[in-house]
């Protein structure tokens, strides 16, 4: 819910206005329930969910109204709460803090509504919500719930302690998984999120990334190079800037030397040859499993008949995860594994490996794309102008990027981010936030670059385009 409220943001729709939206929706509940003139009583918390409720006193005019907030206004815990207290106060609505819950007295309303805790509550109701709580299940009103009732866990819908028993619970936008469970009705109230807000990927789905990066001892390992020397040293150093704390690079021993004269910050184990071939394959598996690393397998390998070998034998031994891209693609459909893997082909390689042939949008064949990633069995980012990630069951768009990243090596640098950022995410979520973060490091360096970017730049801004920086 979070990631998504970030994403309305970003699309033009701020919390507040999201806010507005829930207050006037428990109000259409509280009309429901009671005539005009009834007297609501509204028990209010220090987070937005008791924002929602002094929202909901502005449109109950015709009910005799009075808000009770638990605490001191002052320790109302975000802005839009607190205009939206400070809205009552100057507009001289029945409002009121209670600091000392020996104070709350409710009186014999005809509806009270439950604004004490949503969402963010953890744990068990502390002082004065659990008082207050028991305080509002002995009254005879009508029980009105916003978004959850106060102490149940909306994952679960159990609670710790006391909780509120509510008649009615309006939540919000979505179903909560815990809440038909209870015995009350729930209304899920739609709050103006607009579709794209879960439909494209957004800075919200950079929120675990945020709190994950360098998250520990995560490894990437770059299977690559032969034909090609630039892209496993930008794959490499793409995940360095996305996470890792130390890639590898493994690499015929013709071309080493010249992917380390790259980049300095790779560690590259070479191995005879000017290939890869099938011989390397158990090594490089014992390597990859021995160290727990992410693996991508790929970047500038070419498609000589006997490096496509090795790269289906390595597949079919290795457990871990790993990011396919390029001609490593070409085998994935044809393998047995057990390894976990985001495979990001453009159209091309996406029609190759035995995915649809799209020619428009790719948008346009998402359910095809999303069927393919089914029966593949694994992530599968399609790039284009706008990318599809799907997992079979999961289908999101990404829009990020700009005109110029048609310039090659754009790949490569996606498919370290990806690398870097399954070191502290899921499969999925680094598969979505990937292609966002390439695409907001290309558009932080538009204007600089005036269409002249080269891939190597993106390197600069991969960081700031994970904490969320805009153009
Ligand atoms: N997109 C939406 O669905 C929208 C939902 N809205 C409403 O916002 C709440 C969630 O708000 P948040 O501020 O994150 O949390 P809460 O109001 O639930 O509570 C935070 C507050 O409570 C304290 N706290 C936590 N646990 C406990 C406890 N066990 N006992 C006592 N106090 C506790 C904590 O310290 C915080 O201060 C959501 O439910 C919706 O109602 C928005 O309107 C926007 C759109
Ligand atoms: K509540």
Redesign the pocket.
């Known amino acids: ?1 979070a990631a ?2 970030e994403n309305s943001e970003a699309l033009g729709v701020p ?1 507040k206005q ?2 507005e939206s ?1 207050g006037n929706a428990v109000a259409r509940a509280v009309r429901d329930l009671a005539d005009p003139g009834a007297s609501v009583v509204i028990v209010a ?8 409720a002094f929202v909901a006193a502005r449109f109950l005019d015709e009910y005799d109204v009075s808000v009770r907030l638990l605490g001191r206004p002052g320790s109302i ?2 802005d839009i709460a607190r205009e939206n207290w400070d809205a009552l106060q100057s507009a001289e609505y029945d409002a009121e803090a209670v600091t000392d819950s020996k104070d709350l007295s409710l009186g014999d309303p005809d509806v009270v509504v439950d604004a004490m ?10 002082e004065p ?1 659990a008082t207050a709580a028991e305080a509002m299940n002995d009254l005879d009103a009508t029980v009105v719930a ?3 009732p106060s102490g149940v866990n909306a994952d679960t819908g159990e609670a710790e302690g006391v909780a509120v028993d509510a008649d009615r619970v309006v939540t ?2 979505d179903d909560k998984p815990g809440l038909p469970d209870l015995d009350c009705e729930v209304t899920v109230a739609d ?1 103006g ?1 607009p579709p794209a807000a879960e439909a494209f990927v957004g800075p919200g789905d950079l929120r675990s990334v945020r709190e994950g990066v360098r998250g520990g001892d995560s490894r990437v390992f770059v299977i690559g190079g032969g034909p090609y020397t630039g892209a496993p040293a930008l794959s490499g150093q793409s995940s360095l800037r996305a996470g890792a704390d130390l890639t590898f690079v493994a690499a015929p021993s013709k071309v080493s030397g010249q992917i380390q004269g790259y980049a300095e910050d790779l560690i590259v184990q070479d191995y005879e040859g000017d290939h890869l071939t099938p011989d390397q394959v158990d090594g490089l598996v014992e390597t990859a499993h021995d160290y727990d690393d992410v693996v991508v397998l790929g970047p500038g390998l070419g498609n000589d008949d006997e490096t496509l070998e090795a790269a289906k034998e390595f597949l079919e031994q290795f457990e871990g995860k790993a990011v396919v891209d390029a001609d490593a693609l070409a085998v994935v459909s044809e393998v047995d594994t057990d390894a976990t893997l985001v495979c990001t082909p453009n159209r091309k390689e996406l029609a190759t490996m035995g995915g649809p042939d799209v020619d428009g949008p790719l948008r346009d064949a998402r359910e095809e794309i999303e069927s393919f990633a089914a029966d593949l069995g694994h992530v599968v980012v399609a790039k284009a102008a706008e990318d599809v990630v799907s997992d079979g069951e999961r289908t999101r768009l990404v829009r990020a990027g700009t005109p110029a990243m048609t310039v090659g090596g754009t790949g490569d640098i996606l498919a370290g981010i990806v690398a870097g950022l399954l070191g502290t995410q899921d499969p999925f979520d680094a598969a979505c936030a990937g292609p966002f973060v390439n695409g907001r490091a290309a558009e932080l360096l538009d204007d600089e670059r005036a269409g002249g970017l080269l891939a190597s730049d993106l390197l600069q801004t991969i960081p700031r385009a994970i904490r969320g920086e805009e153009e």
Do not use: P, W, Y
């Open positions: 819910m998504v409220d919390r999201l806010m829930s918390g220090r987070g937005n969910n008791g924002g929602d815990s975000t805790l949503g969402t963010g509550v953890t744990g068990a109701l502390r919500e916003v978004d959850v919000f936008h709050i999120i």
